[in-house]
């Protein structure tokens, strides 16, 4: 079984040591965690976590069920195969001359990405996007010389009206029907 | 009611219906355990090392039905009961863990005797508390008991901080629990158990595999009303061992490493596996990709998590066992398996469990006899090694849990404490600790605290000498070469004297029983060194990697005298 990206959100309460409960399931697996992004949720005291890991669907599986088992985690569901809006932000800072200038400048604005900062030898970037976007951007500047990266995790949302549990709940059920 | 957190603690515990605790003292616990002593309705059982007392609580939670609790110092107390702790949580026991911590204030400054206990435990508990006021004291304490006993049972462990002991808040105990992120299934989906009971009557060569789930569930009853209404031979797992009475006709023993031949060859030969309350562990399945190959499963589980985990599962039900197995039986249709039933009895006649005629005494044969003197009655527990496996195999289990035992940790210095726990929760019964010399070296200091506590337990040590069960692996897999295996033991009857208690010692077969009664005749605390066999094997074996249709049976050395039983 081949190893693919997965994207896993969960509802945890806010409480001390839940993000270490959390990697603690990964870790001792042996996942590497490729990203994870929290913050607090439309829920009082629940926060959200955007996970992203690589794994066989298996090994995934068995993970989220051992999460789906921590005390302080309410919810948690496996989105890769929904629809979803992804974003991750990046601040990137590269090198600029008053030659370079206005080519950064051409290159931030076909991907609608804004100039945070401006010093004399830097530009500051901070850019919004799918990962594609992110990495294509990050590539095309590396010509004029990138100071430093700085990227948070990703952050996922299935599109439509549902959250991410009913689009999984109801995707469970039409499956055992179709069984 | 306005109270310090040390009488919250006690209250709390009350509330939960505890009358016992096992525990040692220390520096952050001094003002706890001065408020348990105005507590009389709470029992203190002092160990001699913490790592007895989370062995004796999980020993008493098995054998109750109630959570064990057990309670450490910080720093190397709460450190020593970290592998109790593991072995609570790979055998699902309900166990709730009190620790000390330094003051609030010096947590994280590497104060003296602080250790981060609730990362160390975080991976081996099922959840975990660091109290940071004594105003939440009360509610950690509701809902560790709430955790710790429902669903997949488990350890929890609770740290408190020396000066939260001795802050004052206002007491009231919750009715309930708000764990919005745990909600245990325990009913079946009514459409997998009417799946499950569909591939029951179509099969031809059913199995039920019988785990730990089953005392859990306490569904013995259930157990057996499903098996004789469908006609399904039962097969257990080592921690399912007395899930089934032995001597009914459609139980075939314990499978698995060291199970019995006709019960691996059952499995493998099965078209249909109905798993209940077990976790298909590596020493029950043996090589994965061959398996019962030819079977359909069923899996029972309340774990989720446990469900296509090493096994694939052709029908899952997630639920507790009692009741999944009560609406099975409600669905299920009567039926015949005159023909399996027939193979499977011809292979218990060609692989039987049987002891061989020898001149020096067999530890198979002391649990035969154990098994002849006690009726079959008593409470075995054992440490972990050939002993156990010997305890398992050849003392013959009709009552419903009577073997108590480390399996998934398989921890050896598990047996004396343990025993301690489950005589301290059942002191009207009968209670042998079988162990190895190896394994019982481990904890043998508990021997003291038996004698304190005045506890009536009866010790069998099968004493070889060896690290028996690495030994077998030496000689089946490294040539016989016997590397940190070979132990001079001190002599066990002078330990017991020692520690205030009797003992003999018995070398020739014929001294075994007389030596059985007398530690039964005697009251007290009474152990039996029995100086066994030096080379004897476990056997049938599963070698490593093979699968259990693979096992190797004993070779023929001499003249077999006795059987197990009779062979219907």
Not at chain 2, 74 to 79: C, E, H, L, R, Y
């Amino acid at each position: 079984m081949v190893a693919t990206q997965h994207t896993l959100v969960a509802l945890v309460q806010d409480k001390p040591g839940v993000l270490n409960r959390v990697a603690s399931i990964f870790r001792r697996r042996g996942f590497n965690i490729d990203s994870i992004a929290v913050g607090h949720s439309e829920l009082p005291n629940i926060s959200r976590m955007t996970i992203v890991v690589n794994g066989t669907s298996t090994m995934v599986e068995q993970a989220r069920k051992q999460l789906a088992k921590a005390i302080n985690v309410v919810k948690v569901v496996d989105i890769t195969e929904e629809n979803i809006t992804a974003r991750e932000l990046a601040l990137v800072k590269v090198k600029a001359t008053s030659d370079t200038r206005s080519d950064i400048l051409e290159i931030a604005d076909i991907f609608r990405a804004n100039i945070v900062d401006v010093s004399m030898e830097s530009l500051t970037i901070e850019t919004t996007g799918d990962e594609d976007k992110v990495e294509s951007m990050i590539k095309l500047l590396q010509g004029f010389g990138v100071m430093e990266i700085a990227r948070a995790g990703k952050i996922a949302m299935v599109r439509g009206p549902l959250g991410p549990m009913p689009v999984a709940k109801a995707r469970n059920e039409f499956r055992k029907k179709a069984d | 009611m306005k109270l310090n957190g040390a009488q919250i603690v006690c209250e709390s515990l009350l509330q939960e219906g505890v009358n016992v605790i096992f525990g040692f003292p220390g520096g952050k616990v001094i003002g706890l355990y001065d408020t348990i002593a105005k507590y009389p309705a709470l029992q203190f059982v002092l160990v001699r090392h913490e790592q007895g007392a989370a062995h004796a609580a999980d020993g008493y939670a098995r054998a109750t039905d109630k959570v064990g609790v057990c309670m450490a110092t910080s720093g190397p107390g709460a450190t020593n009961l970290v592998t109790g702790i593991a072995n609570a949580y790979m055998d699902s026991v309900p166990m709730v863990a009190f620790t000390g911590q330094v003051p609030r204030a010096d947590i994280g400054k590497d104060a003296f005797q602080e250790i981060d206990i609730t990362g160390i435990t975080l991976p081996i508990t099922k959840h975990n508390y660091l109290v940071r006021e004594a105003s939440s004291l009360a509610e950690t304490i509701k809902e560790a008991f709430y955790i710790a006993k429902t669903g997949r049972p488990g350890p929890v462990l609770i740290d408190i901080p020396q000066d939260v002991f001795v802050e004052q808040t206002e007491f009231h105990y919750p009715a309930r629990v708000n764990l919005p992120g745990y909600k245990p299934t325990t009913e079946g989906h009514p459409s997998q158990i009417k799946k499950a009971a569909k591939l029951i009557s179509e099969a031809e060569r059913p199995v039920v595999v019988a785990g730990r789930g089953i005392h859990i569930a306490k569904a013995h009853e259930e157990l057996k009303n499903l098996a004789e209404a469908a006609q399904l031979p039962v097969v257990t797992t080592l921690l399912g061992v007395s899930a089934f009475p032995q001597s009914h006709v459609l139980s075939y023993g314990m499978g698995g490493m060291h199970g019995m031949g006709y019960a691996n060859k059952a499995v493998d030969a099965a078209d249909l596996v109905i798993a209940i309350g077990m976790r298909f562990d590596d020493r029950f399945t043996g090589k994965v990709s061959s398996f019962a190959p030819h079977a359909k499963v069923i899996h029972i589980d309340i774990d989720p998590a446990e469900i296509g985990k090493n096994i694939r599962v052709d029908v899952p039900i997630v639920g507790d066992v009692k009741k999944v197995l009560k609406a099975l039986q409600k669905v299920l249709e009567p039926k015949q398996h005159v023909a399996w039933l027939n193979q499977l009895d011809e292979w218990r006649h060609t692989y039987p469990c049987e002891v061989r005629e020898c001149a020096s005494v067999l530890p198979q044969y002391v649990m035969c006899e154990l098994c002849n003197v006690t009726k079959g009655d008593a409470l075995i527990v054992t440490g972990v090694g050939q002993h156990q496996m010997w305890a398992a195999q050849h003392y013959i289990y009709n009552k419903a849990d009577t073997f108590i035992s480390s399996g998934g940790l398989g921890t050896m210095g598990f047996g004396l404490p343990a025993a301690m726990g489950v005589k301290v929760g059942r002191p009207d019964e009968t209670v042998w600790c079988i162990d190895g010399d190896g394994s019982f070296q481990m904890t043998l200091h508990e021997l003291a605290t038996i004698v304190q506590e005045k506890l009536n337990l009866k010790i069998a040590i099968m004493n070889n000498g060896y690290l028996g069960m690495v030994r077998q692996w030496q000689d089946l897999f490294f040539g016989k070469r016997y590397v940190a295996t070979p132990l001079t033991g001190p002599d066990f009857v002078k330990i017991a004297e020692a520690y205030g208690m009797n003992g003999i010692r018995v070398t020739r077969p014929e001294d075994v029983r007389p030596a059985i009664e007398r530690a039964m005749a005697h009251d007290g605390p009474f152990l039996v060194d029995f100086i066994v066999e030096p080379e004897e094997n476990v056997y049938p074996m599963v070698p490593p990697g093979a699968s259990i249709a693979e096992f190797l049976v004993a070779p023929k050395k001499e003249a077999l005298t006795w059987s197990r039983r009779s062979t219907p």
